[in-house]
């Protein structure tokens, strides 16, 4: 099974703070995602990398950056937190061009303050 | 770009009952998922349909990729099938690709 793996479940942080959230997938997956989701406004994907220190920008990559050093681990970097920026936040991974079916981590619920 | 739209936008059914959702897309696509959001936000993959239909227990989906929709079939739905459900579409062109997410059907199975 696939298994993806989000490091905080719960998170609260104060406005301007430097936010890092980890994500770590199992099964040499070559794409990984990070999305954000919102009442009302469904998901929404935030950056992309479909290999080891490749990113791609989605639809709403304003206030955040990422990170890939090694193929299992994408990194979500808030440089510095806004209230605006409290949300759910979602990793997902997918093989590539093996296959393009995405399996989600747990979430990380975020609330800045 | 691709438009996905999910109906109905809520459902409530007691326990036991069957149910459908849709999901229609407007234009073609390489693959669809089928995902169920639980009460804790995690979102448990269903299905990966590009065409045809599949089954899991209860559960089974058909996609008609040439007509741009797929449904979700739910059979004696149980208090735990309550949550959201997506539907998402892949879509590869020129070297890049794409996943949409519909806005979700938000189902209630009551007791």
């Known amino acids: 099974d696939v298994k993806v793996t989000q490091s905080s479940r719960y998170l609260v942080k104060r406005t301007g703070e430097k936010v890092f959230l980890e994500c770590v997938q199992d099964?040499?997956?070559?794409?990984m995602f990070w999305y954000r989701q919102d009442p009302g406004l469904g998901l929404r994907l935030i950056y992309f990398?479909?290999?080891?220190?490749?990113?791609e920008k989605g639809d709403i990559p304003e206030g955040y950056s990422v990170s890939r050093e090694k193929k299992e681990r994408f990194s979500l970097i808030l440089e510095s937190a806004s209230t605006n920026q409290t949300s759910m936040y979602l990793c997902?991974?997918?093989?590539?061009?093996?296959?393009?079916?995405?399996?989600f981590g747990p979430g990380t619920r975020l609330t800045v303050t | 770009g691709i438009q996905v739209e999910q109906s109905p936008p809520d459902l409530i059914l007691q326990e036991g009952a069957n149910s459908t959702l849709r999901c229609n897309f407007s234009?073609?696509?390489?693959?669809l998922q089928w995902f169920h959001q639980n009460p804790w936000g995690q979102l448990i993959n269903l299905f990966y349909?590009?065409?045809g239909t599949k089954q899991n227990g209860r559960l089974s989906a058909t996609t008609v990729a040439t007509e741009r929709y797929s449904l979700l079939y739910i059979s004696s739905s149980q208090t735990t099938d309550s949550g959201v459900y997506f539907c998402?579409?892949?879509?590869?062109?020129?070297?890049?690709?794409?996943?949409?997410f519909g806005t979700g059907t938000r189902l209630k199975v009551l007791a």
């Open positions: 997902a991974s997918s093989p590539g061009a093996g296959g393009y079916e995405q399996y």
């Open positions: 099964m040499d997956h070559e794409n």
């Open positions: 990398s479909y290999d080891v220190k490749m990113k």
């Open positions: 234009d073609s696509v390489n693959n």
């Open positions: 349909i590009p065409s």
């Open positions: 998402a579409v892949f879509r590869a062109t020129s070297g890049t690709y794409k996943y949409i």
